[in-house]
């Protein structure tokens, strides 16, 4: 094991000490055991990581993007060959199944980084338009701010678009997951990426996260987590007026029109509303039913949510582990309480501790029904493995209890009827729309409206955010 491993951040090439000599402790959340302990990097240490990426701008703005890209696919590799330790880091630091690390959290970077290759050598840099050439450029220096549910898809997202687009980029991971950052630096780092270009920074949102959102010389912020911490990365911004791009909570709804073969239906709601243990910000997590087939949605998703595997990561036949945290258990037994206090019925679950797991952040699989617009289960973004089940008695109400919400990252529509399920995917106001089932699309643009965020990830629209316009006139 490299003797840097977690106690350096990762500067201009070189493994580093912080400017601070305090730590954070990264916790098993399975076993509430501490693992490991990260820098509690300092706004000095942003100065550095910013410096670092400002002097290394020019020479990586000027690199033919077939060279950039080669070094892209590099870290793919490195990721593929490193890919059990990776699934192993992240299953033990985020609580995931081991299962689910290997088949999700690990190739979904891998895809972003071979993508962001694609995406690159194909996008038309420049285009003549009348007397102009119009150039697209790269930004400059981005700050990329993650979150701790899928950790290293989130940073890979952000990273290799930028750098595919000529930027340079200063990464804060969460401070709860981090340790995957630090193999993908190991990883850019042997890759022989040049210095300066890709830089690691931990530490916590208020320290770390403003010191990059609030500095002059960071020419982008791009930043997902939850809704509040975005609009302090928006404010911060505002100051310098920098880009920001923002992926942030969800509520998404889940409707299901009178035709609708519940057979299809009720494996896929479970599986979208408890998928990384609803630790998902595009989970499901509304399940909107026809009034008079609701006893008939109470009863499978009943008997499906008690049928979900809860248990240790390490377990084959896990498919729900705990949640990341224990201010994130209690968040989330909160919000079980307030919907029973506020009136929703329980159809299984609760927020009592689950047998046979004396240790670990476990919550029961829980689904409420009778969920009305005005309770707080209906409006906040729970991120945990809650549904709530709402009825409607006319498509158009249930178009407009979908639309009642704050965010609008994702959603789905059920129906026999394609032509149908289309026309209503389309009054949805929201990022995406999975259409009886449809798959996830790795690489379609991923964004929401509303307060789910401003701009989008992925494919060319992704690497699109990490460039300026400019107009050459002739």
């Given at each position: 094991m490299s003797s840097h491993r977690f106690t350096d951040l990762y500067i201009n090439g070189e493994w580093v000490p912080s400017h601070g000599t305090s730590t954070i402790d990264v916790v098993n959340p399975?076993?509430?055991?501490?693992?490991?302990?990260?820098?509690?990097?300092?706004?000095?240490?942003?100065?550095?990581?910013?410096?670092?990426?400002?002097?290394?701008?020019?020479?990586?703005?000027?690199?033919?993007?077939?060279?950039?890209?080669?070094?892209?696919?590099?870290?793919?590799?490195?990721?593929?060959?490193?890919?059990?330790?990776?699934?192993?880091?992240?299953?033990?630091?985020?609580?995931?199944?081991?299962?689910?690390?290997?088949?999700?959290?690990?190739?979904?970077?891998?895809?972003?980084?071979?993508?962001?290759?694609?995406?690159?050598?194909?996008?038309?840099?420049?285009?003549?338009?009348?007397?102009?050439?119009?150039?697209?450029e790269p930004v400059g220096v981005v700050g990329a701010i993650t979150p701790w549910n899928y950790p290293l898809h989130q940073i890979a997202g952000k990273v290799a678009y930028a750098l595919a687009a000529g930027?340079?980029?200063?990464?804060?991971?969460?401070?709860?997951?981090?340790?995957?950052?630090?193999?993908?630096?190991?990883?850019?780092?042997?890759?022989?990426?040049?210095?300066?270009?890709?830089?690691?920074?931990?530490?916590?949102?208020?320290?770390?996260?403003?010191?990059?959102?609030?500095?002059?010389?960071?020419?982008l912020v791009s930043f997902t987590g939850s809704t509040r911490a975005g609009t302090r990365v928006s404010e911060l911004a505002a100051r310098t007026v920098k880009r920001v791009t923002l992926e942030l909570g969800g509520k998404s709804a889940n409707v299901v029109l009178p035709d609708a073969d519940l057979d299809a239906v009720v494996p896929h709601a479970i599986q979208m509303a408890f998928l990384n243990s609803g630790q998902t910000c595009s989970a499901l997590t509304r399940l909107i039913v026809p009034r008079d087939r609701l006893a008939e949605v109470e009863s499978a998703v009943k008997a499906a949510a008690d049928?979900?595997?809860?248990?240790?990561?390490?377990?084959?036949?896990?498919?729900?582990?705990?949640?990341?945290?224990?201010?994130?258990?209690?968040?989330?037994?909160?919000?079980?309480?307030?919907?029973?206090?506020?009136?929703?019925?329980?159809?299984?679950?609760?927020?009592?501790?689950?047998?046979?797991?004396?240790?670990?952040?476990?919550?029961?699989?829980?689904?409420?029904?009778?969920?009305?617009?005005?309770?707080?289960?209906?409006r906040e973004e729970i991120f945990g493995p809650v549904l709530s089940i709402v009825p409607y008695d006319t498509e158009d109400e249930a178009v407009a209890i979908a639309n009642d919400t704050d965010y609008g990252l994702s959603g789905a529509v059920w129906s026999r009827d394609v032509d149908k399920a289309r026309a209503v995917a389309g009054r949805l106001r929201t990022g995406q729309v999975a259409v009886n089932g449809g798959a996830?699309?790795?690489?379609?643009?991923?964004?929401?409206?509303?307060?789910?965020?401003?701009?989008?990830?992925?494919?060319?629209?992704?690497?699109?955010?990490?460039?300026?316009?400019?107009?050459?006139?002739?």
């Open positions: 399975a076993t509430e055991e501490v693992i490991a302990t990260v820098p509690d990097g300092t706004p000095a240490d942003v100065d550095d990581a910013v410096a670092a990426a400002r002097a290394a701008f020019e020479d990586w703005w000027h690199t033919p993007v077939d060279k950039r890209t080669t070094y892209l696919r590099a870290v793919a590799q490195g990721l593929i060959d490193r890919a059990d330790e990776l699934a192993r880091t992240i299953s033990a630091e985020m609580g995931a199944p081991l299962s689910f690390a290997a088949a999700v959290q690990v190739p979904m970077p891998i895809n972003s980084f071979l993508h962001a290759a694609e995406v690159a050598e194909s996008f038309e840099f420049e285009t003549e338009r009348g007397s102009s050439l119009i150039v697209r930027n340079t980029v200063v990464v804060k991971p969460s401070e709860v997951a981090p340790l995957d950052a630090w193999l993908l630096a190991e990883i850019f780092d042997d890759v022989g990426v040049p210095k300066g270009v890709f830089n690691l920074v931990s530490g916590t949102g208020p320290v770390v996260g403003e010191a990059i959102a609030s500095h002059p010389d960071v020419d049928a979900v595997p809860v248990g240790e990561p390490d377990d084959p036949g896990t498919v729900l582990g705990p949640l990341v945290s224990k201010t994130q258990l209690d968040r989330v037994r909160g919000y079980i309480d307030r919907g029973m206090s506020e009136g929703a019925t329980l159809v299984t679950g609760g927020s009592e501790p689950l047998p046979g797991l004396p240790a670990g952040y476990y919550v029961r699989p829980t689904v409420f029904s009778d969920v009305t617009q005005d309770m707080t289960i209906h996830f699309n790795l690489n379609a643009p991923f964004g929401g409206y509303k307060q789910s965020g401003n701009g989008r990830e992925f494919g060319p629209d992704g690497l699109a955010e990490f460039l300026e316009t400019k107009s050459i006139q002739f």
